[in-house]
């Protein structure tokens, strides 16, 4: 039995053209309980209220559909994931995508793991680490089909840490607000450096609300120089 809120959720959705059964929908539900449980002792999420999480996190995370297909099997690492947005609401509606959740603090990634157990989820898997040094690795350079983050840092920024796990035809998919062209326009230059090119900017309201969101996609077109990204916090502190 749904109420009003979980209603709108599942009408919201529908724009986006995805349908929730009842057990993907008890797993949304599960997943905002841990999140709210956890978040108690260590800061997951300045937003709390159940509506909001399903429309500001659940649902922006979704968003992405906007610019891929997820009916095919793809690969996909979350940089950054932090409470597990955007990587663990797209496994929840596309079992068939192979997840990799990396963030920085072991805390969150504990959460991580509670979260995919208790959701009984299979095929994702968690990273303890910095991008920055786990780009470098031969397992996970240049392997995914999709890289995205929802993190909070500047798109140069961002590029520099994502685009190095993005295999040549691959996608690097960046959450923005309405600042979205001031970043472009400064991210231009690393972009190419990195090996990405057509870039493209899907503008549009978060359902339900009056949020400008941008999805902000860029693609993969030759290799990343092997030296980058460069050492940890110098993404961070010198963008390219």
């Known amino acids: 039995m749904t109420n009003?809120?979980?209603?709108?959720?599942?009408?919201?959705?529908?724009?986006?053209?995805?349908?929730?059964?009842?057990?993907?929908l008890e797993q949304f539900h599960k997943y905002y309980e841990l999140l709210i449980e956890w978040n108690k002792n260590i800061n997951l999420t300045a937003i709390t209220e159940y509506g909001d999480i399903l429309t500001k996190h659940f649902l922006?995370?979704?968003?992405?559909?906007?610019?891929?297909?997820?009916?095919?099997?793809?690969?996909?690492?979350?940089?950054?994931?932090?409470?597990?947005?955007?990587?663990?609401?797209?496994?929840?509606?596309?079992?068939?995508i192979k997840v990799t959740l990396l963030d920085s603090l072991k805390k969150r990634v504990n959460f991580l793991d509670e979260v995919i157990k208790n959701l009984s989820l299979t095929d994702i898997e968690t990273i303890h680490g910095r991008a920055e040094d786990f780009a470098k690795e031969d397992k996970l350079r240049e392997?995914?089909?999709?890289?995205?983050?929802?993190?909070?840092?500047?798109?140069?920024?961002?590029?520099?840490?994502?685009?190095?796990?993005?295999?040549?035809?691959?996608?690097?998919?960046?959450?923005?607000?309405?600042?979205?062209?001031?970043?472009?326009?400064?991210?231009?230059?690393a972009i190419q450096i990195l090996g990405g090119g057509n870039i493209e900017k899907i503008s549009f309201l978060l359902p339900g609300?009056?949020?400008?969101?941008?999805?902000?996609?860029i693609d993969k077109i030759v290799t990343t120089p092997s030296k980058y990204p460069r050492k940890s916090g110098k993404p961070e502190k010198t963008p390219l």
Do not use: H, M
């Open 4 to 24: 009003k809120i979980d209603e709108k959720f599942i009408e919201n959705l529908l724009s986006f053209g995805i349908e929730l059964d009842d057990i993907k």
């Open 209 to 217: 609300t009056e949020f400008e969101r941008n999805i902000i996609v």
């Open 60 to 96: 922006d995370s979704l968003a992405i559909v906007k610019a891929i297909d997820f009916k095919q099997t793809l690969s996909l690492i979350d940089v950054g994931t932090g409470a597990g947005f955007p990587g663990i609401p797209i496994k929840i509606v596309f079992p068939n």
């Open 143 to 189: 392997q995914y089909d999709i890289s995205v983050s929802r993190a909070v840092a500047n798109l140069s920024t961002l590029s520099e840490l994502c685009l190095p796990y993005v295999n040549v035809n691959g996608k690097f998919i960046a959450y923005k607000s309405e600042k979205a062209d001031i970043e472009l326009n400064e991210a231009e230059n």
